[in-house]
Nanobody
Framework: QVQLVESGGGLVQAGGSLRLSCAFSGRTFSTYSMGWFRQGPGKEREFVATISWNSASTYYANSVKGRFTISKDNAKNTVYLQMNSLKPEDTAVYYC?????????????????WGQGTQVTVSS
């Protein structure tokens, strides 16, 4: 069974940066595509970024394109989300997700496993 544990969230001023990490265990990480989602106050969970199993493909939501970077380290069983130029509207709980596929995935129901989430708060 896959287990995912996010870390790296916190409080940051607008314009600042954070790097989220998601530690994967329980299965062979290199065979999974990974994604990041977020859920802001009073909002539905939304797609942020995804990376394919071999890191060959990435895809981003328009709202974060050019500011966020997803990466995957198969040696460390970890996926990262580097977040730069943060805005107050980026405030949310961020979740990582794992999907047993070679493709990038944007739909949440295509993922098999989810982490507990980490809070990111961006102050203006």
């Amino acid at each position: 069974q896959v287990q995912l544990v996010e870390s790296g969230g916190g409080l940051v001023q607008a314009g600042g940066s954070l790097r989220l990490s998601c530690a994967f265990s329980g299965r062979t990480f290199s065979t999974y595509s990974m994604g990041w989602f977020r859920q802001g106050p009073g909002k539905e969970r939304e797609f942020v970024a995804t990376i394919s199993w071999n890191s060959a493909s990435t895809y981003y939501a328009n709202s974060v394109k050019g500011r966020f970077t997803i990466s995957k380290d198969n040696a460390k069983n970890t996926v990262y989300l580097q977040m730069n130029s943060l805005k107050p509207e980026d405030t949310a709980v961020y979740y990582c997700a794992a999907g047993r596929t070679i493709f990038t995935i944007t739909a949440p129901n295509r993922y098999d496993s989810w982490g507990q989430g980490t809070q990111v708060t961006v102050s203006s």
